[in-house]
């Protein structure tokens, strides 16, 4: 059975930073991208980082980019999510999502998310 588990949310002050991780099975993570998504109360879900199989492509929205950053270590089958200068719009859950044919495309396994909390 796939799995895919999210972990290293939590309350953090504003500007501050977190560090997320995704670890997922070996067939779900070795051969595809992997993504971060996040969803607030009340909208819809979206998405904040993804990044190739190899690792040597990676995509931020405008809305992130040069503060969060999205790794992979391939030995460890995890990816990690470096969030820096957080504001409380970044309040949310954040899913990982894995499976990706591309950094582009959806994939068919999602975590059970972690909370992430920006407030003073």
């Known amino acids: 059975q796939e799995q895919v588990v999210e972990s290293g949310g939590g309350l953090v002050q504003p500007g501050g930073s977190l560090r997320l991780s995704c670890v997922a099975s070996g067939s779900v993570f070795r051969f595809y991208a992997i993504a971060w998504y996040r969803q607030a109360p009340g909208k819809e879900r979206e998405l904040v980082a993804a990044i190739s199989r190899g690792g040597n492509s990676v995509y931020y929205p405008e809305r992130v980019k040069g503060r969060f950053t999205i790794s992979r270590d391939n030995a460890k089958n995890t990816v990690y999510l470096q969030m820096m200068s957080l504001q409380p719009e970044d309040t949310a859950v954040y899913y990982c999502?894995?499976?990706?044919?591309?950094?582009?495309?959806?994939?068919?396994?999602w975590g059970q998310g972690t909370q992430v909390t920006v407030s003073s």
């Open positions: 999502n894995a499976g990706r044919s591309s950094i582009w495309d959806s994939g068919n396994y």
